[in-house]
């Protein structure tokens, strides 16, 4: 009988769950282990949010400060604690100390006057020379959101381009750093902190933020579970291993970076090694006379995404949709994985919210 219960002891020890490096593992109302695996450190963020840090046991990182300039005007009120209720509604606001933020990158959030319980998040990622501000301002994610209930994250990019960098091994590898890693962590704290529905985290965007888009959708896959690409280019594609975080890639931009449905899928499987979970539901459009990001992107994206689907490389349909403009094709390859292509519109393709909420599952 004492040896049994020793035994039972030490499964008992055995049994408790590790949590992986980058993953909360204490704060306030937080129910989970908080043993973290080995090599990593649980670290206090906050009072709400303590995260298994890499290294052994040391100070917390310092507070994030943005280094664009701050969106200026009434509707950016400084830094929100954390807490969905004591988050201000229907205003951009900045919060910070939502994880390891490698880069600084700024990052505000829009609640709605009346949010949804377990409420839908969705993150939106700007162009280059935009911030979070011109994002906010110049779609309607945000008014959508005062019908729907969910949650906007809108992340500002820190460099000076103000493009995201979507180029270096760092921000292209799962927990691997730069600025996919900091919009991961505040998507993860949104989950941990706000109540958003793990399992209606959605990642958005156009141009330089339509790549983020796909960055987070191949090396975060287990974070974001649908993703919307406006004028942007594959998983992988901008890739450039030994230049500066930040880097344009002009052979992918101009089209000339063609690969077999294979060699993209290799891409996205060296994001996250080991990861045998479903990949995000995507949906990807762009303009047949795009300059900046070329066409060629496109199919490349088709490529790439329909051979992680395991879908036929040629759409099961190809129709206009009545609520498009004329030479708009929407090709079906799969439930989940559409593309639209766009005649004669150049880069970016105009935001059509409404529809993207409905392939969301929010509308
Ligand atoms: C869908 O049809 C249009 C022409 O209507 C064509 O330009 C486009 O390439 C097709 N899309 C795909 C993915 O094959
Ligand atoms: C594309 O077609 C599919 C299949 O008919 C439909 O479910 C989807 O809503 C369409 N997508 C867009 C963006 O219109």
Redesign the pocket.
């Known amino acids: 009988m004492f040896k049994l219960s020793i035994a039972l002891a030490s499964l008992v020890t055995l049994a408790v769950a590790q949590v992986a490096e980058w993953g909360q593992c204490g704060g306030i109302g937080y129910a989970g282990s908080t043993v973290c695996a080995a090599g990593t450190t649980c670290t206090e963020i906050n009072a709400y949010y303590s995260q298994c840090l890499p290294g052994q046991a040391s100070a917390p990182p310092p507070p994030s400060t943005p280094t664009v300039s701050q969106p200026s005007g009434p509707s950016s009120t400084g830094t929100a604690p954390p807490g969905l209720a004591s988050i201000p509604a229907s205003t951009l606001t900045q919060f910070s100390n939502f994880g390891t933020n490698p880069n600084n990158v700024a990052m505000y959030v829009y609640k709605p006057k009346t949010v949804q319980s377990n409420p839908a998040l969705i993150v939106a990622s700007h162009y280059c020379q935009g911030s979070a501000q011109d994002y906010y301002e110049g779609s309607t994610f945000a008014q959508l959101a005062e019908t729907y209930g969910y949650i906007v994250i809108f992340p500002s990019s820190p460099w000076s381009g103000t493009c995201w960098d979507v180029s270096s091994t760092e921000t292209l590898t799962h927990n691997g750093g730069s600025d996919s890693l900091s919009i991961a962590n505040a998507a993860r704290f949104a989950i941990s902190n706000w109540g958003v529905d793990a399992n209606r985290v959605f990642a958005v965007g156009t141009s330089s933020g339509a790549m983020m888009t796909s960055v987070l959708a191949g090396a975060y896959p287990d974070v974001f579970k649908a993703g919307i690409v406006d004028s942007g280019v594959a998983f992988g594609c901008f890739a450039e291993p030994n230049e500066a975080e930040d880097s344009w890639n002009a052979q992918c931009a101009e089209g000339q970076l063609i690969l077999t449905g294979q060699q993209w899928q290799q891409k996205i499987a060296t994001a996250y090694p080991g990861y045998t979970g479903s990949y995000p539901r995507m949906?990807v459009?762009h303009g047949t006379i795009d300059t900046t990001l070329y066409p060629q992107n496109f199919y490349e994206e088709i490529k790439q995404w329909t051979t992680v689907f395991g879908y036929p490389s040629t759409p099961?349909?190809n129709?206009s949709?009545s609520?498009?403009p004329s030479g708009?094709s929407?090709?079906?390859f799969g439930?989940n994985f559409?593309a639209?292509l766009a005649q004669n519109v150049g880069h970016t393709v105009p935001l059509?919210e409404q529809?993207?909420l409905?392939?969301l599952g929010i509308a």
């Open positions: 949906q459009w099961i349909s129709v949709e609520y498009l708009y929407n090709s079906t439930p559409q639209i059509f529809q993207y409905e392939f």
